[in-house]
């Protein structure tokens, strides 16, 4: 199975910035996606961004010009720089790892978005 880590989680003032990581261990190799999703108190899990081992990218609509998504294969991690940070986007933020079209969770890391 593959054990998914996400860190870089915390409180941000608005405007400003972080980066989270998710780091995967396990049966890396076969995994072809890797995601980040946020879910706000009340609210339903969202997608946030997604890249694919072939580095494709996808982004929530919304968010495409102040996230990113990177990777570095080496460190079997992906992270999202987050940007211009407001305070709707304060939330849980999730990591997951696709394998054999099994989806594999982390147990997210709190960013809070607050003067």
């Known amino acids: 199975q593959v054990h998914v880590v996400e860190s870089g989680g915390g409180l941000v003032q608005p405007g400003g910035s972080l980066r989270l990581s998710c780091a995967a261990s396990?049966?890396?190799?076969?995994?072809?996606?890797m995601g980040w999703y946020r879910q706000a108190p009340g609210k339903q899990r969202e997608l946030v961004a997604v890249?694919?081992?072939?580095?494709?990218?996808n982004y929530a609509d919304s968010l495409k010009g102040r996230f990113t998504i990177s990777r570095d294969s080496a460190k079997n991690t992906v992270y999202l720089q987050m940007n211009s940070l407001k305070p709707e986007d304060t939330a849980v933020y999730y990591c997951?790892?696709?394998?054999?079209?099994?989806?594999?969770w982390g147990q997210g890391t709190q960013v809070t978005v607050s003067a």
């Open positions: 997951n790892a696709r394998r054999a079209s099994l989806l594999y």
């Open positions: 396990g049966s890396i190799f076969s995994i072809n996606a």
């Open positions: 890249i694919t081992s072939g580095g494709s990218t």
